[in-house]
């Protein structure tokens, strides 16, 4: 505890690092408090039924990923997701059409034309979401709409609004990766999920020392320790990695010859590369039931029900093959083997053992895959881990932090956030965070 305290008060003698975390501290706080400012012509204490259905189901999930704000009618009630969707469909483009590859290898330029494009059809995808959102209010509170409303008149700048929120909250999170500390989409996810956890915790502690099978004190002591394996293992999924040594040749001055014996660095190849994005994509796909049936006159068939039941096994079968397809994918286009073999070769560096070029790469690509599988599955399960808990009748809320998107999003976004503070402090010679702790960086756990 003395450590980490003195690690803290480093953190507040770099006026730099205090700068950005008093500058996310702040922007965290501006998106809480939009959660709670309510659409013009809602009646807040009368959104009983809208908070009954996300109280559970996959419109739990919904809420949750938006802070809360989704069952509060608020003006950020469609959250971050409709972003998440449209950076979805731009990668896959970018994957799939020549003019969006060529786009890609621009360099900042190229990135900066997906963004718009992106941010162009998360506008599009507004527009379709935010009319969905506001005719299930209605289904389910139409008694929250004041006395007297237009319809009408209620729908289009309610729509606008949404979309704005949405928007801004994007702004937001550009401004903590830009101003602030970690990757702002990622924090502002996290922050809507912690704000959840205070009330699923005080719901499990009521119901296991009140129900008559809740098992009292052993049953809660037991969830906890299930609780803490999970939590880490993720970490240690999240930071295992395989060094890959690289030798880099001395060139001598004379006649230009190299020779062996230069320094040698490492590539850490990490057994979860694609990060939280994977997790992310996948239950942003998930969430399409939930549009569906909005446009539609009834709840749909046996499969789309089953679809909006996250306890259901076609729910977590099709969602942990969405996250093995996605973590192969983000892998694919976050790492090229190809490209780190060129760039071995252009600075006169080589793997030992392993020809440059071509045979360089497709070791590189052997790695990834052998990492790739075994890392994409366990993040699957950990995935699904909540219908598990469901089993032990642990309250719907509570088991969302048993694995899930829940777990694996906050593990991944403090751990990020964490090395982002330890750079701070290491490159100004203070011992950083993850030092202090039991949680290491990257350099110091093997995968294998």
Request: glycine content about 8%; aromatic content about 10%; some cysteine.
């Amino acid at each position: 505890m003395k450590k980490l305290i003195e690690t803290l008060k480093n953190c507040w003698k770099i006026e730099d690092l205090r700068v950005r975390i008093l500058t996310t501290i702040a922007f965290v706080a501006i998106y809480r408090f939009g959660s709670f400012v309510v659409l013009p012509g809602i009646n807040p204490g009368a959104l009983a039924k809208l908070q009954e259905q996300t109280a559970g189901g996959l419109m739990s999930l919904l809420d949750m990923f938006s802070g809360g704000a989704f069952s509060n009618a608020s003006i950020f009630a469609l959250g971050i997701m409709p972003y998440i969707s449209a950076s979805i469909v731009m990668q896959l483009l970018a994957v799939a059409v020549p003019y969006f590859q060529k786009m890609q290898r621009e360099g900042e330029s190229g990135r900066k034309k997906i963004m718009w494009y992106t941010r162009v059809l998360t506008v599009f995808i507004l527009f379709f979401q935010a009319p969905s959102y506001l005719m299930n209010l209605k289904m389910q509170s139409a008694g929250a709409l004041a006395a007297g409303l237009d319809w009408t008149m209620f729908m289009i700048p309610s729509t606008i609004i949404l979309a704005a929120g949405s928007m801004f909250i994007l702004w937001l999170g550009e401004r903590i990766t830009d101003k602030g500390i970690g990757n702002g989409v990622s924090m502002i996810i996290m922050i809507g999920i912690i704000a959840r956890l205070p009330q699923a915790f005080i719901q499990e502690v009521t119901s296991r020392f009140t129900a008559i099978t809740g098992g009292g004190l052993v049953m809660f002591i037991v969830e906890i320790i299930i609780l803490y394996a999970v939590v880490c293992a993720a970490i240690l999924l999240t930071q295992a990695v395989r060094r890959v040594p690289v030798q880099y040749a001395k060139r001598l001055t004379g006649n230009g010859r190299t020779q062996t014996g230069g320094a040698r660095q490492y590539i850490p190849l990490k057994l979860f590369a694609a990060n939280v994005m994977p997790i992310i994509f996948a239950q942003a796909l998930m969430f399409i039931p939930i549009v569906i049936v909005s446009y539609s006159s009834n709840q749909g068939g046996y499969i789309l029900r089953n679809l909006m039941d996250h306890t259901s096994w076609l729910y977590n079968v099709i969602f942990a093959i969405l996250i093995i397809a996605f973590t192969y994918f983000y892998t694919a286009i976050t790492l090229n083997p190809t490209q780190m073999s060129e760039d071995m070769k252009r600075n006169n560096g080589f793997i030992p053992g392993v020809k440059p070029g071509k045979p360089t790469a497709d070791y590189i690509e052997t790695i990834m895959s052998r990492l790739t599988l075994p890392g994409s599955l366990f993040i699957a399960f950990i995935a699904i881990m909540p219908v598990f808990a469901r089993m032990m009748n642990v309250q719907d809320g509570f088991a969302q932090f048993f694995g899930g998107t829940s777990l694996l999003i906050l593990v991944g976004v403090v751990i990020d956030t964490l090395q982002q503070i330890e750079t701070h402090l290491t490159t100004r010679h203070y011992e950083g965070l993850l030092n202090a702790g039991h949680v290491r960086s990257t350099r110091g756990v093997s995968a294998y």
